[in-house]
């Protein structure tokens, strides 16, 4: 069964940094692209960029360039979104999924809450 | 950037009856076209793509239409379990949602 395993729920305040992951298994992490989405609270799906673990090409959304990092560590199958500072306003849920060419997202990650306060 | 625009942003409908959500794209997108379907609480759950291919597992009373800027996905049959809100997505250049129909109980 592919499946994509997310990191907890994280509680932050503005200024720190953070590092959340995804977690493939059940087929071959390198040959997929694993996209970011991210979800505010009671908003809709926005794409913030996707990384091929393969070779770590990473392709951000305009949105998103410069305001986080994906990276991916293909020994262990997991990929990564992190912000060196935290905003209040990046307190969403962040999906992780995998893209099936050329474009179609499937599976999804269960979601990691991430609260950003003071 | 191509923005996805979907309607009506609520959609009441009693059970066994059909809904019809539609999705339009600011510029043609070909059949790049996915939906999804997510429950309170839930990921996102891929449901129909290339406009009209049901996804493994997707029951048959859920259909998608449509090719360069109109689409639309057709529940035939509502079931208890359908309630729940559908996001369209492009994927023809980037990626990018709609912002959702909420399918309601009537």
């Known amino acids: 069964e592919v499946q994509l395993v997310q990191s907890g729920a994280e509680v932050k305040k503005p200024g720190e940094s953070l590092k959340i992951s995804c977690k493939g298994s059940g087929y071959s992490f390198t040959s997929y692209w694993i996209g970011w989405v991210r979800q505010m609270p009671g908003k809709g799906l926005e794409w913030m960029g996707i990384i091929y673990p393969g070779d770590s090409d990473t392709r951000y959304s305009p949105s998103f360039q410069g305001q986080v990092t994906i990276s991916a560590d293909k020994s262990i199958s997991t990929a990564y979104l992190q912000w060196s500072s935290l905003k209040a306003s990046d307190t969403a849920m962040y999906y992780c999924?995998?893209?099936?060419?050329?474009?179609?997202?499937?599976?999804w990650g269960q979601g990691t809450l991430v609260t950003v306060s003071s | 950037e191509i923005v996805m625009t979907q309607s009506p942003a609520t959609l009441s409908v009693s059970p066994g009856e059909r809904a019809t959500l539609s999705c339009r794209a600011s510029?043609?997108?070909?059949?790049?076209l996915a939906w999804y379907q997510q429950k309170p609480g839930q990921a996102p759950r891929l449901l129909i793509y290339g406009a009209s291919t049901r996804a493994t597992g997707i029951p048959a009373r859920f259909s998608g239409s449509g090719s360069g800027t109109e689409f639309t996905l057709t529940i035939s049959s509502l079931q208890s379990e359908d309630f729940a809100v559908y996001y369209c997505?492009?994927?023809?250049?980037?990626?990018?949602f709609g912002q959702g129909t909420k399918l309601e109980i009537k």
């Open positions: 999924a995998r893209h099936v060419p050329p474009g179609i997202a499937e599976p």
């Open positions: 997505q492009q994927y023809n250049n980037w990626y990018t």
């Open positions: 510029q043609s997108v070909s059949s790049n």
